[in-house]
């Protein structure tokens, strides 16, 4: 099974990738991360990636492509997998089609998740991640049990550097102009499915699942 989840920044696309992962035990790939981690280990990738980062903009094609053609030929994805913040442009989409086809694949399902703009400024505002592991917090919605340290591994919660007003900003128009044109890139395919996320997260896991015909 190989799903796509897309919508703007602070939509709830990691919060729902990690919980489809667990119940479908697919892997969750999310592209945000793994360019963070690249960025904080100073990889070529890293120092790519890097200024494009700070300033709420898309990493060029060429970088992305290369990190998920090498992270999906892994053994874990062999049974499939749920991608996260990828694809953001119709290069994108085209090239992941390109590749997945060469293997005899295809997508299952994509979900465009919905939510207005004032809940995507409240949840980025309010967002805290963990240093180490990436699960991710909110000041005010889903505290960890201190309010300072990661309920899974005990570490220091911080806030994205690309997680303020102005940035989201730049992120929501990158979002309007490059990644909203896969919406009717995908519905020609057939895969389209649209999700409002102005609903507990829980709500919003099942509605997906039950889409992907598992009984939940
Ligand atoms: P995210 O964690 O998904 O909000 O991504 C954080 C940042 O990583 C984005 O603002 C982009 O700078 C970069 N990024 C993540 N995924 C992609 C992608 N598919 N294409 C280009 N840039 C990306």
Not at 7 to 32: D, E, M, R, Y
Not at 86 to 105: H, V, Y
Not at 184 to 193: Q, V
């Amino acid at each position: 099974m190989i799903i796509i989840l897309m919508g703007a920044p602070g939509v709830g696309k990691g919060t729902q990738s990690v919980a489809l992962s667990k119940w479908l035990k697919i892997p969750h790939i999310a592209l945000g991360d793994i360019l963070r981690k690249n960025v904080l280990e100073q990889t070529k990738i890293g120092k790519e990636a890097e200024d494009f980062m700070k300033n709420g903009l898309l990493v060029p094609d060429e970088v992305i492509i290369e990190v998920v053609n090498s992270r999906i030929q892994e053994d874990d994805c062999e049974k499939g997998f749920i991608l996260d913040g990828f694809p953001r442009t119709i290069t994108q989409a085209e090239d992941l089609e390109k590749l997945l086809g060469s293997e005899g694949k295809k997508a299952t399902a994509v979900f465009n998740i919905e939510a207005e703009y004032k809940h995507l400024l409240e949840r980025i505002i309010g967002r805290r991640v963990c240093k180490n592991c990436g699960a991710t917090y909110h000041v005010l919605h889903h505290k960890s049990q201190n309010g300072r340290h990661c309920d899974v591994c005990g570490e220091e919660l911080v806030q994205r550097k690309d997680d303020t007003e102005e940035t989201l900003n730049n992120r929501i128009k990158e979002y309007e102009e490059q990644t909203k044109p896969l919406i009717g890139f995908y519905e020609e395919r057939g895969l389209l499915i649209t999700i409002n996320a102005e609903d507990i997260k829980e709500n919003i896991t099942e509605r997906i699942l039950k889409h992907l015909g598992e009984s939940v």
